[in-house]
């Protein structure tokens, strides 16, 4: 990771060691957390272990939440955030958008939604940042985009409907929907969801 | 709640006591584990604050584990629980059911839900009696008594529906499902659960 940041760094004219620094401050932030929770994981433990001075990752995220926040955004830098999958799936038209969506939930990395949703009934600052991430994350700004009739009650069931599904299968494990495979959960979910996003509601 | 109990007890013929004990047991399960969740709970300072031996509780129910579920699956004697409630509904027919369950869950004790998720998201053996809990709840109990087709996809479409609810409601309190009044909540959610409980799925 501290190799390719400073490379981006150097490419976009940043100071490269800056630029490796906050990355290198969140992958340790993001190990930190996954294994330790909100309330086991310090900011002491996570500058160690990134090689920084505690006050670095103070100047960088502010807080031990916003740190959360960041590290959970960007969960695995190989994979596509939520936040930018989901309105993109627009450019491909509005026929089964709800099964592209469930699809692209699927992708997401599990310890970060298990980490979240721990860290955030464990603390109250933590949810804070969890509700502020949901309110622009990239769900409602593609409920947003669709632009239908009662577009807050869509958005609640949207919502809810998903943020079910993610904590059956990846928090509580409840059967059938912890073990079905991605083509099953995609076929059983994608089309009450694309009726909740596209369809009158009543 | 002892005196309560040490009535029931006379009028079922069991010995006094032990109901009282019982039931005392449960009660201080549940100010422990709401205050301090399942972690920061110990069955040291459930026994000392029911007045009873450790060993006791050992006695009754086996484990802490086993002691979380029976708690919260009861979580306020005033009120009903959810696996009596929710198959009890069928007897005032299919019309409205789905209002009439998202009625029925805003009635729960919002505290047993979080402790309930917030323990599941911190041990794995209570994320195992939580999976139990679901297994032989009064929602499966509901869905498998309307015997519909697909039964198993139903019944993860209508988990997942309520499990979001709740979560994003009483754990997250995620807008606009967290400050909606109950009647809203009702009127929004009420008909695509009627749809996922009952009318055919695609």
């Known amino acids: 990771v501290a190799t390719a940041d400073h490379t981006r760094g150097r490419r976009t004219g940043r100071p490269p060691g800056l630029t490796g620094n906050r990355e290198a401050i969140l992958a340790s932030a993001r190990r930190e957390f996954f294994q330790r929770a909100y309330e086991g994981a310090t900011i002491r433990g996570?500058?160690?272990?990134?090689g920084v001075?505690?006050?670095?990752?103070?100047h960088y995220f502010g807080s031990k939440d916003r740190l959360l926040i960041e590290a959970l955004r960007q969960a695995d830098p190989g994979r596509p955030s939520v936040d930018d999958m989901l309105p993109k799936l627009l450019e491909d038209g509005l026929e089964q958008l709800?099964?592209?969506?469930?699809?692209?939930?699927?992708?997401?990395?599990?310890?970060?939604?298990r980490t979240a949703l721990q860290s955030a009934s464990n603390s109250e600052s933590a949810a804070q940042m969890?509700?502020?991430?949901?309110?622009?994350?990239?769900?409602?700004?593609?409920?947003?985009?669709?632009?239908?009739?009662?577009?807050?009650?869509?958005?609640?069931?949207?919502?809810s409907l998903i943020t079910g599904l993610v904590v059956?299968?990846?928090?509580?494990?409840?059967?059938?929907?912890?073990?079905?495979?991605?083509?099953?959960?995609?076929?059983?979910?994608?089309?009450?969801?694309?009726?909740?996003?596209?369809?009158?509601?009543?």
């Open 46 to 50: 996570i500058a160690a272990a990134a």
């Open 168 to 202: 059956l299968r990846f928090v509580l494990c409840v059967e059938p929907t912890a073990s079905a495979d991605i083509e099953s959960i995609v076929a059983w979910y994608g089309p009450p969801l694309q009726r909740l996003l596209l369809e009158p509601l009543s």
């Open 98 to 113: 709800g099964e592209r969506v469930i699809r692209g939930m699927m992708q997401i990395d599990a310890r970060a939604f």
């Open 130 to 159: 969890v509700r502020e991430a949901f309110a622009d994350g990239g769900l409602v700004r593609l409920v947003r985009a669709l632009d239908r009739p009662q577009e807050e009650v869509r958005l609640a069931l949207v919502e």
């Open 53 to 58: 001075d505690p006050a670095l990752i103070y």
